[in-house]
């Protein structure tokens, strides 16, 4: 994972104001994968609130020339990366992609949806790593069609160590503009949620499969 110059505390605090997360330490959601959780994370509220909108797309361009990152063409991961990653081409000029789940079953059967040139150096942008899969499938994928991938970046990170190792095994270099830590500690100064609810929000990101 490479750092950058970013405020990682003002992305977290926006992303709470405008409720993109949620904390429910006392009454948990249900994710897809049936793990219970104190944290909902729908990055796609940002859309909707156009200076946080607009902040979000600065940090993603101050982080990749923070890290000399270069890339000549910018992919996002549908569907959340779609929109932020399309902001982000049109603010480096860049041409841009977007990667779907799974090949269409129908029509052209693509993928991989735009006009890119094989030899581009491809940024994929995501809004939430999680366990890293969804994106680094992505990553497999275009590298899969002979893209060149120098690297991901995304919204947010829960920060779980499971991530960190698929980044590693696939040997994809990856930012986030906030992180986990950055948000427990920003949701309690400003009073998100009690000093009390510290403790349960941290042992949750330790073994989230077994947290109830």
């Given at each position: 994972m490479?750092?950058?110059?970013?405020?990682?505390?003002?992305i977290?605090?926006?992303?709470?104001?405008i409720k993109?997360?949620k904390?429910?330490?006392?009454?948990?959601?249900?994710?897809?994968?049936?793990?219970?959780?104190?944290?909902?994370?729908?990055?796609?509220?940002?859309?909707?609130?156009?200076?946080?909108?607009?902040a979000?797309?600065?940090?993603?361009?101050k982080?990749?020339k923070a890290?000399?990152?270069?890339p000549?063409?910018i992919a996002?991961?549908?569907?959340?990366?779609?929109?932020?990653?399309a902001?982000?081409?049109e603010?480096l000029?860049?041409?841009?992609c977007y990667v779907?789940?799974s090949?269409k079953?129908?029509?052209l059967?693509?993928q991989i949806e735009?006009?890119?040139?094989t030899?581009?150096k491809?940024?994929?942008i995501?809004?939430?790593?999680?366990?890293?899969?969804?994106?680094?499938?992505?990553?497999k994928?275009?590298?899969e069609?002979?893209?060149n991938v120098?690297?991901?970046?995304?919204?947010?990170s829960?920060?779980?160590k499971k991530?960190?190792e698929n980044?590693?095994?696939?040997?994809?270099?990856?930012?986030?503009l906030?992180?986990y830590a950055?948000?427990?500690?920003?949701?309690?100064?400003?009073?998100?949620i009690?000093?009390?609810?510290?403790?349960?929000l941290n042992n949750?990101?330790?073994?989230?499969?077994?947290?109830?």
């Open positions: 490479i750092q950058s110059n970013f405020n990682s505390a003002k977290a605090e926006f992303l709470l104001k993109a997360i904390l429910q330490p006392k009454d948990p959601f249900t994710w897809a994968s049936g793990w219970k959780s104190p944290i909902y994370c729908d990055n796609r509220k940002i859309l909707s609130h156009p200076q946080i909108r607009s979000v797309k600065d940090e993603f361009v982080a990749i890290n000399s990152l270069l000549t063409a996002g991961v549908a569907t959340g990366g779609i929109a932020i990653g902001l982000v081409a603010s000029n860049l041409p841009f779907r789940s090949a079953a129908h029509g059967n693509n735009g006009g890119l040139k030899d581009e491809v940024l994929v995501e809004d939430l790593i999680s366990s890293g899969k969804s994106s680094l499938a992505a990553v994928a275009l590298t069609n002979n893209y120098i690297g991901l970046g995304a919204i947010f829960y920060g779980f991530a960190e980044f590693q095994m696939a040997n994809c270099t990856y930012f986030t906030t992180n950055s948000l427990i500690e920003i949701a309690a100064s400003n009073r998100y009690d000093n009390n609810e510290i403790d349960t949750w990101r330790k073994s989230p499969e077994t947290w109830s």
